[in-house]
């Protein structure tokens, strides 16, 4: 009796929610600078109002928002809202704290202030959702009551093909599921891998059927248990839900908790994580897919942000004026009180209130946010204008540009930035000088006179009377490592893999020339020293390759320098030691035999740098460009090859990339010709065919 | 004719020598019928009219169609092959190419299965592909193996097979010996087939749909001496080899050709479209996925299917184990009358109706047979109990014996009131009168079984 007592106790707990308002990283980074990412708009509506809507309509009755960075703006966002008037269903709490680094944090501190009763709902303030979730929270509780305490999480998906619109090659996953239990095996993220591996001891033999699934969007939407929060605590190593997922994974046997997964089979479930999923989920959401969450439902039941809906999915707020012969072909959303001029063309765009758009303006995919001045004749395509910009006439804004935040940003006129410009009235080199400025608000106040300073700088790209810095001039650049992992629009989705690798190997074969310019030429030969030398001490001191790597990544911040030029200079340093240690004079063979050892020993750390694919071709290409400028010693190219292939440092396909790649000079045409090398190569033709069997 | 019927039927029977040392694996009994009547039969079923059996010579002497008791008029063409040397399956069908002018249907004389064969021939149709095949869920079995009770079966490799959504497009295909290292997939390959599901616990039948070019490829290609070990493996890579694209013109063909040596020979160039065909996927709205906009089967020449029994019989006599339990199924799928006509049994005698009694068979008073097999022209005398055994031909049970759960070969004689229980008896052996036996196997000695394994060895 007792027991059911309890049990019906745990039944009438209401349903309880965390909701986490803070990405905790800087994919939005320049424009969250100014607002956080859970207040962005997202057809005209904040991305936290469709999480909040979401938790409401599928039950939850009480939700815990954390924030962290401008906290406060969120805070005010929501007091005005209808989450926070006395009639709403559920009930917001706030918890904000600056301490907070991670989802870890948040969750520990969920635990330490034993705030939660039973299961709840786990999501971010950037996901849009329509999935009802009832259905997976009774299994949930049902596998609960069936096992205490061994399923701690179910994870929900949605199904989506590859290819498909709404999934972002860079938050592509495939998941390994008992077919019959619906337990999670397998979790891992398939950006930049080739081949996919499953560890056998998944495949446990108490089950006959598994499934591989590569058609699944994470949706961000977690139901976890109470334990998910003492497990953080547990593990102060658990920083994002991927940590925490893996680690429940590779620690199955040992803790016994497992981890399953829901397939919603109908709504809309998606992360805006960055730019690209942004586009996604607002044409999706113009288009009508996450309906019954639609843009003319108000869901938000703020005045202002009620419009009609017309034929081809157009939706005008109230007093929207549009100028004699503008065309709103399809897919248009236009804000309150925005005044559009003559002849303009428009498709597939979000405009938000209150903006003024002059005549001849051709927008298509452009997401214009609020008070925003666009002069005559401007073309924006695929981009976003946040609050306040002032585009002067004749600009014209290519594919994936950025105008971030604030109200005295200007450009033009008559300018053309190009694909993937992103500018701010920051400094981008204010990131570097605040560590912290995720946390502080002190940024207004050095950057005054930065802008002075480097007014002057930007004038050509950004027009005569433009006000900003370039943070990129484009993303496409993929010299540098770092930035690329930083890009707004996620990376450009590359449905076939085959093509893939075709642009690859175009980009490759216009590397070498690309390398030599290098503007700070001193730091980089004084980083080659420093390398020497830290592998030289690794040498007599018998340091590990893990504290060689962190070494060499302590010198690549401290001069600036690429994770390529890493790369390059690592390679470059190690083919050299045996010169730098016996002098230049060595025959091919003493090189042989004083080099493939110090090959072997640091492998560990050539592996830490070479990883992607592209990574393959550039350290190849410093290969051949060290070997083209020591012709006497050609005939241990193979040898090399030949170890760093056996040492797992390169692959077949790279190698097999980097020769295919026409040499650009003679000499390098000469190279490819080399009678061992030839063999090597023919060597490794019969190994892929025979390896592709496996 | 469609498809051309290639019968496998000279396997040694090499992991069951207790049976197999004595007689011939084709024509073991099962439910008192030889094992190559089963796939005959299924072929016969499906109106098959002739059929290439590969045999060796001694067992094509026995091959008589009265021995084979089969209604129809089927005509049986036998092919011998020498036993010298290691030649596999592959080297067989290599064997007869002259005789094949079609796809061809191969399967293995140790099939006993109630499938509808259609399933697999129609894939095989439905998608013009390369190769189809049959397997089913593994059976438990149930029944205790003599000579081996109590003996755990030491955990055999699991076979991991990959299909897609559909349950039919086979895409992976490898055993747990192999993946050491994990499972490894291509990611193209997951692009294309989003949903892979990997099964384990299925059983090959050994029964293949072959497109006719795989046969002329397996004539270039002399290196491959397998079916189910080399080429099936290969066929299932293929179906994602990178060099989709054919060869236009002959002389690409014969450049592709000479890049790879003859020996290695791409499959895909021996695959040449018909121009008819080809058409009709480019005017046909038909799709065989979904999820993007790629052409049908994403522009792949090379295409495998399987049919996947979930439930009804299919079992390969290969072990003791799989022939005990295809003795028990055996009633069920025989419509004979289970007491052959011409066998006497006395009147005071209990047969169970799950038991079958061969003919001429003579059963004395006082017996009792359930769940068990009497093979033709045995001789059962009185006071005797047979449960849950199998009695092959000519075998003379004596007075008072009690046989329970045992396999008794061929001739063999059991004295009075002997006590057999979980035993293998070997042919022509001679049980003392008064003897017990629990659990053993009371065959030639062990070290002669050995060495015929050796000299017999023969890839099934």
């Known amino acids: 009796l007792a027991r059911a007592a309890v049990d019906q106790d745990e039944e009438e707990q209401p349903l309880q929610a965390v909701l986490v308002a803070d990405s905790f990283n800087r994919r939005f980074f320049p424009v969250t600078k100014d607002q956080p990412r859970a207040l962005l708009p997202l057809a005209n509506v904040a991305m936290i109002d469709y999480t909040l809507e979401f938790l409401t309509s599928t039950g939850v009755q009480e939700t815990f928002v954390f924030c962290c960075w401008m906290s406060d703006k969120i ?97 592509n996953i495939v998941v390994a ?122 869901f938000v039941d703020e005045e202002g942000k009620s419009c009609t809906h017309s034929r081809h999915n157009v939706y005008r707020g109230t007093g929207v004026s549009l100028g004699h012969g503008s065309q709103m072909e399809e897919n248009v959303l236009i804000g309150q009180d925005t005044s559009i001029g003559a002849k303009g063309h428009i498709s597939n765009s979000v405009i938000g209130a209150n ?54 940003a200007v450009v033009g006129p008559d300018v053309t930035l190009p694909e993937g410009t992103v500018v701010s009235l920051h400094h ?89 310019i290098s503007p700070e030429l001193d730091d980089i030969k004084v980083f080659q020293t420093e390398v020497q030398g830290t592998l030289q001490r690794g040498l007599e001191e018998n340091i590990g390759c893990d504290n060689l790597v962190l070494e060499i990544n302590s010198l690549k911040y401290a001069y600036n320098i690429t994770l390529k030029e890493v790369m390059q200079i690592l390679t470059r340093v190690v083919l050299e030691y045996p010169f730098f240690q016996e002098g230049a004079d060595l025959s091919t063979s003493q090189y042989n035999t004083l080099l493939l050892p110090l090959l072997k020993g640091w492998a560990p750390v050539f592996k830490n740098y070479v990883k992607r694919a592209q990574d393959h071709l550039n350290c190849l290409a410093s290969i051949e460009e060290f070997f083209l400028e020591h012709e006497a010693h050609w005939g241990a190219l193979v040898k090399v090859l030949m170890s760093a292939y056996n040492l797992d440092i390169l692959e ?43 | 004719m469609e498809l051309q019927a290639v019968l496998m039927a000279a396997g040694g029977g090499s992991r069951m020598m207790e049976l197999t040392y004595n007689t011939h694996k084709p024509l073991l009994p099962v439910g008192n019928k030889p094992l190559i009547w089963y796939p005959l039969n299924l072929l016969e079923r499906v109106g098959f009219e002739e059929v290439i059996i590969i045999t060796t010579k001694d067992v094509q002497k026995m091959l008589t169609p009265d021995r084979l008791k089969l209604d129809g008029k089927m005509k049986l063409d036998v092919v011998c092959i020498q036993l010298e040397g290691e030649m596999g399956t592959a080297d067989a069908l290599r064997h007869v190419q002259q005789k094949i002018k079609t796809d061809v249907l191969v399967l293995s004389c140790d099939l006993i299965t109630d499938v509808a064969l259609h399933e697999v021939v129609d894939l095989f149709r439905a998608h013009n592909a390369s190769m189809a095949m049959l397997m089913s869920k593994l059976h438990e079995f149930t029944e205790t193996v003599p000579g081996q009770k109590g003996k755990k079966k030491a955990g055999e490799q699991r076979d991991f097979v990959g299909v897609d959504a ?6 992976f295909m490898a055993n747990e010996a192999d993946l050491e290292d994990g499972l490894t997939i291509r990611k193209s390959i997951m692009c294309k087939h989003p949903s892979m599901r990997i099964r384990t616990g299925l059983l090959d039948a050994h029964l293949y749909c072959l497109k006719r070019c795989v046969v002329d490829f397996l004539v270039e290609n002399k290196n491959i001496s397998s079916i189910r070990g080399e080429l099936i493996p290969y066929l299932v890579r293929k179906q994602f080899s990178k060099s989709v694209n054919l060869p236009n013109n002959k002389d690409e063909v014969e450049m592709s050709q000479k890049m790879e040596g003859q020996t290695n020979l791409e499959i895909l160039g021996s695959c040449k479209d018909e121009e008819l065909l080809r058409l009709t996927q480019e005017r046909s709205c038909w799709n065989d996925h979904h999820g993007d906009m790629s052409e049908a089967y994403h522009g792949g020449k ?54 079958i009694i061969g003919a001429s068979c003579q059963i004395s008073d006082k017996t009792s047979i359930k769940r068990s097999t009497v093979g033709a022209s045995s001789t059962v005398r009185e006071k005797v109990k047979i449960t849950n055994s199998i009695l092959m031909n000519g075998v003379t049970v004596e007075e008072g014996c009690n046989i329970q759960g045992s396999v008794i070969c061929s001739n063999a004689v059991i004295g009075r009131n002997a006590d057999i229980k979980y035993c293998l008896v070997g042919s022509s052996q001679r049980i003392e009168p008064d003897a017990r036996h629990l659990d053993s196997n009371l065959s030639i000695n062990d070290s002669a079984l050995g060495s015929l394994k050796m000299s017999r060895d023969w890839p099934a």
């Open chain 1, 75 to 171: 805070k005010d966002h929501l007091a005005k809202s209808k989450w926070c008037r006395s009639n709403s269903s559920n009930t917001v709490h706030f918890i904000t704290s600056d301490t907070y680094r991670s989802l870890g944090d948040v969750l520990r501190d969920v635990d330490a202030k034993a705030l939660l009763r039973s299961d709840f709902i786990l999501v971010y303030g950037d996901v849009v959702s329509s999935i009802d979730v009832t259905q997976a929270l009774q299994e949930h509780r049902l596998r609960r009551k069936l096992e205490k305490n061994i399923s701690v999480m179910t994870m929900i998906f949605k199904e989506s093909s590859p290819g498909h619109r709404a999934r972002c090659e860079e938050d």
């Open chain 1, 652 to 694: 077949e396909d790279g190698i097999m990339r980097w020769f295919s790649q026409e040499g650009t000079t003679d000499k390098s045409k000469l190279l490819r010709k080399n009678q061992g090398l030839l063999k090597f190569i023919q060597w490794l033709e019969e190994a892929e065919e025979y390896s592709e069997g496996d």
């Open chain 2, 302 to 355: 090379v295409r495998c299917y399987v049919h996947i029994m979930e439930d009804g019989v299919c079992y390969r006599v290969n072990t003791l184990a799989a022939y005990i339990e295809a003795n028990r199924m055996a009633p069920k799928l025989i419509e004979d009358p289970p007491i052959h006509p011409s066998a006497v049994i006395s009147e005071c005698t209990q047969v169970g109706a799950d038991s």
């Open chain 1, 355 to 408: 903006c003024i758009i002059g005549d001849n303006v051709i927008l298509d995919r452009a997401y214009i946010w609020n008070n925003v001045h666009i002069a005559d004749n401007v073309a924006i395509r695929q981009s976003v204008v946040c609050d306040g910009v002032e585009v002067k006439t004749g600009v014209i804004l290519k594919e994936q540009c950025v105008l971030a935040f604030n109200v005295r």
């Open chain 1, 428 to 516: 981008p080199d204010e990131e570097e000088e605040e560590q912290d400025e995720f946390l502080s608000d002190h940024a207004e106040a050095g950057h005054n006179k930065a802008t002075k300073k480097d007014k002057a700088n930007n004038s050509k790209e950004l027009g005569t009377e433009g006000q900003g810095y370039i943070w990129k001039s484009s993303s496409l650049d993929h010299t540098k490592e770092d930035e690329l992992a930083q890009s707004l629009w996620g990376l450009v989705l590359n449905p076939d893999p085959e093509s893939d690798s075709e642009s690859e190997a175009s980009e490759g074969s216009d590397q070498p020339g690309s390398r030599t």
């Open chain 2, 166 to 171: 559909t349950g039919q497009r086979l895409l």
């Open chain 1, 177 to 298: 599921v008992d077919s019959k239990s619906k337990r999670i095996l397998h979790y891992q993220k398939t950006q930049g891998l080739k081949k996919l591996q499953f560890p056998m001891n998944i495949f446990h033999s108490t089950s006959d059927e598994f499934e591989i699934r590569h058609d699944l969007l994470d949706c961000h939407i977690s139901i976890c248990s109470p334990q998910v929060a003492e497990l953080f605590t547990d593990n102060f190593d658990y920083q994002t839900r991927n940590d925490f997922v893996r680690g429940i994974l590779v620690n199955e046997e040992i803790l016994g908790n497992q981890i399953h997964l829901h397939v919603a089979k109908d709504g809309y479930g998606a992360r805006v994580s960055n730019l690209f999923m942004y586009d996604a989920v607002s044409s999706d959401m113009i288009r009508r897919w996450i309906y019954p969450i639609t843009p003319e439902s108000n």
